[in-house]
Nanobody
Framework: QVQLVESGGGSVQTGGSLRLSCEASGRTLSTYVMGWFRQVPGKGRELLAG????????YYVDAVKGRFTISRGWAENTAYLQMNSLKPEDTAVYYC??????????????????WGQGTQVTVSS
């Protein structure tokens, strides 16, 4: 069993930066793909970025490509999402997720088994 806890959310102004962390316990993440998702009220949860078990394959949706960076911290058993040039439309609850896989990061919600509780990100104009 894997437990995930996100942190690092908060309120920033347009153009600001935040770094989200996703700390895992219960298992090491060395054989897990990781993903970051977000959700706004009334809408479905959407994938933003994913990274494979070794950190060598990443995926980003167009809305965050060039602004967000997903990475892994092996010693800390943690995944990160560095968010730069934030926009008001980035306001959402952000979730990390994990799935046991040696392949590329999945792009669907149902491909991830373990989820964190979410952290709020608010970007003001």
């Amino acid at each position: 069993q894997v437990q995930l806890v996100e942190s690092g959310g908060g309120s920033v102004q347009t153009g600001g930066s935040l770094r989200l962390s996703c700390e895992a316990s219960g298992r090491t993440l060395s054989t897990y793909v990781m993903g970051w998702f977000r959700q706004v009220p009334g809408k479905g949860r959407e994938l933003l970025a994913g990274v494979n078990w070794s950190g060598t394959i990443t995926y980003y949706v167009d809305a965050v490509k060039g602004r967000f960076t997903i990475s892994r911290g092996w010693a800390e058993n943690t995944a990160y999402l560095q968010m730069n040039s934030l926009k008001p439309e980035d306001t959402a609850v952000y979730y990390c997720a994990a799935a046991y896989s040696s392949g590329s990061p999945g792009r669907g919600l149902n491909e991830y088994k373990y989820w964190g509780q979410g952290t709020q990100v608010t970007v003001s104009s």
